[in-house]
Protein backbone atom coordinates (compact mmCIF):
# COMPACT_ATOMS: atom_id res chain seq x y z
CA UNK A 1 0.00 0.00 0.00
CA UNK A 2 1.13 3.34 -0.89
CA UNK A 3 0.56 6.94 0.93
CA UNK A 4 0.90 10.30 -0.14
CA UNK A 5 1.01 12.81 2.38
CA UNK A 6 1.12 16.13 1.92
CA UNK A 7 1.32 19.56 4.37
CA UNK A 8 2.25 23.21 3.87
CA UNK A 9 -1.04 24.71 2.78
CA UNK A 10 -2.75 27.23 4.63
CA UNK A 11 -4.30 30.95 4.38
CA UNK A 12 -1.85 33.85 2.93
CA UNK A 13 -2.32 37.38 1.46
CA UNK A 14 -1.43 37.79 -2.37
CA UNK A 15 2.27 38.67 -2.53
CA UNK A 16 3.01 36.26 0.13
CA UNK A 17 4.72 32.74 -0.08
CA UNK A 18 4.02 29.36 0.66
CA UNK A 19 5.73 25.64 0.55
CA UNK A 20 4.48 22.36 -0.02
CA UNK A 21 5.58 19.10 0.98
CA UNK A 22 4.63 15.94 0.04
CA UNK A 23 6.27 12.14 0.87
CA UNK A 24 5.85 9.08 -0.50
CA UNK A 25 5.57 6.11 1.94
CA UNK A 26 4.61 2.40 1.35
CA UNK A 27 5.75 -0.71 -0.69
CA UNK A 28 7.95 1.63 -3.14
CA UNK A 29 9.91 -0.06 -6.09
CA UNK A 30 10.62 3.11 -7.65
CA UNK A 31 9.76 6.50 -8.37
CA UNK A 32 9.25 7.67 -11.60
CA UNK A 33 8.19 11.17 -11.33
CA UNK A 34 6.17 13.50 -8.99
CA UNK A 35 4.46 16.45 -8.96
CA UNK A 36 1.76 18.92 -7.93
CA UNK A 37 -1.92 19.54 -9.50
CA UNK A 38 -4.47 21.87 -8.21
CA UNK A 39 -7.82 21.98 -8.42
CA UNK A 40 -10.31 25.14 -7.79
CA UNK A 41 -13.98 25.51 -7.02
CA UNK A 42 -16.11 24.71 -9.85
CA UNK A 43 -12.94 23.70 -12.30
CA UNK A 44 -10.98 20.69 -13.27
CA UNK A 45 -7.93 19.62 -11.77
CA UNK A 46 -4.93 21.12 -13.34
CA UNK A 47 -1.35 20.61 -13.60
CA UNK A 48 0.71 22.98 -11.61
CA UNK A 49 4.53 21.36 -11.81
CA UNK A 50 6.18 17.66 -11.89
CA UNK A 51 9.45 16.60 -11.58
CA UNK A 52 11.19 13.24 -12.92
CA UNK A 53 13.50 11.21 -10.81
CA UNK A 54 16.28 12.20 -12.87
CA UNK A 55 15.11 15.61 -11.77
CA UNK A 56 13.60 16.99 -15.36
CA UNK A 57 11.09 19.80 -14.52
CA UNK A 58 7.82 21.23 -16.11
CA UNK A 59 5.15 24.35 -15.19
CA UNK A 60 2.19 25.45 -16.16
CA UNK A 61 2.82 28.59 -17.98
CA UNK A 62 0.49 30.61 -15.23
CA UNK A 63 3.07 29.71 -12.35
CA UNK A 64 6.40 29.69 -14.34
CA UNK A 65 8.90 32.30 -12.62
CA UNK A 66 6.65 32.35 -9.50
CA UNK A 67 6.82 28.44 -8.55
CA UNK A 68 10.14 26.19 -7.89
CA UNK A 69 9.57 22.25 -8.13
CA UNK A 70 12.19 20.23 -6.02
CA UNK A 71 12.31 16.50 -4.57
CA UNK A 72 14.26 14.31 -2.80
CA UNK A 73 15.02 11.20 -3.96
CA UNK A 74 16.07 9.51 -0.76
CA UNK A 75 13.02 10.70 1.03
CA UNK A 76 10.41 9.79 -2.11
CA UNK A 77 9.81 13.26 -1.20
CA UNK A 78 8.51 16.38 -3.65
CA UNK A 79 8.35 20.30 -2.77
CA UNK A 80 6.87 23.03 -4.07
CA UNK A 81 8.24 26.45 -3.09
CA UNK A 82 5.57 29.30 -4.19
CA UNK A 83 6.62 32.98 -4.39
CA UNK A 84 4.67 35.79 -5.52
CA UNK A 85 0.91 33.81 -4.62
CA UNK A 86 -2.01 35.52 -6.34
CA UNK A 87 -5.71 34.97 -5.62
CA UNK A 88 -6.28 32.95 -8.24
CA UNK A 89 -3.91 30.38 -7.19
CA UNK A 90 -6.27 29.78 -4.30
CA UNK A 91 -7.09 26.07 -4.92
CA UNK A 92 -6.70 22.20 -2.85
CA UNK A 93 -3.45 21.28 -3.98
CA UNK A 94 -2.45 17.77 -4.52
CA UNK A 95 0.40 15.56 -4.60
CA UNK A 96 0.63 13.19 -7.34
CA UNK A 97 3.29 10.10 -8.19
CA UNK A 98 4.01 7.59 -11.10
CA UNK A 99 5.42 5.37 -9.03
CA UNK A 100 6.21 1.35 -9.33
CA UNK A 101 5.51 -1.19 -6.51
CA UNK A 102 7.65 -4.18 -6.85
CA UNK A 103 5.92 -6.87 -8.75
CA UNK A 104 2.78 -4.49 -10.83
CA UNK A 105 3.29 -2.15 -13.17
CA UNK A 106 3.28 2.01 -12.60
CA UNK A 107 0.14 3.65 -11.19
CA UNK A 108 -0.56 6.97 -10.67
CA UNK A 109 -1.51 7.43 -6.76
CA UNK A 110 -2.42 10.82 -5.30
CA UNK A 111 -2.19 12.37 -1.71
CA UNK A 112 -5.58 13.68 0.56
CA UNK A 113 -4.76 17.62 -1.01
CA UNK A 114 -4.24 20.33 0.92
CA UNK A 115 -5.88 24.15 0.94
CA UNK A 116 -3.85 27.16 -0.24
CA UNK A 117 -6.11 29.82 0.08
CA UNK A 118 -4.62 33.24 -1.22
CA UNK A 119 -6.38 36.45 0.00
CA UNK A 120 -6.12 39.75 -2.13
Known amino acids: QVQLVESGGGLVQAGGSLRLSCAAS????????MGWYRQAPGKQRELVAT???????NYADSVKGRFTISGDNAKNAVYLQMNSLKPEDTAVYYC??????????????WGQGTQVTVSS
Open 96 to 109: NADLTVAGYPSYDY
Open 26 to 33: GSIFSINA
Open 51 to 57: ITSGGSS
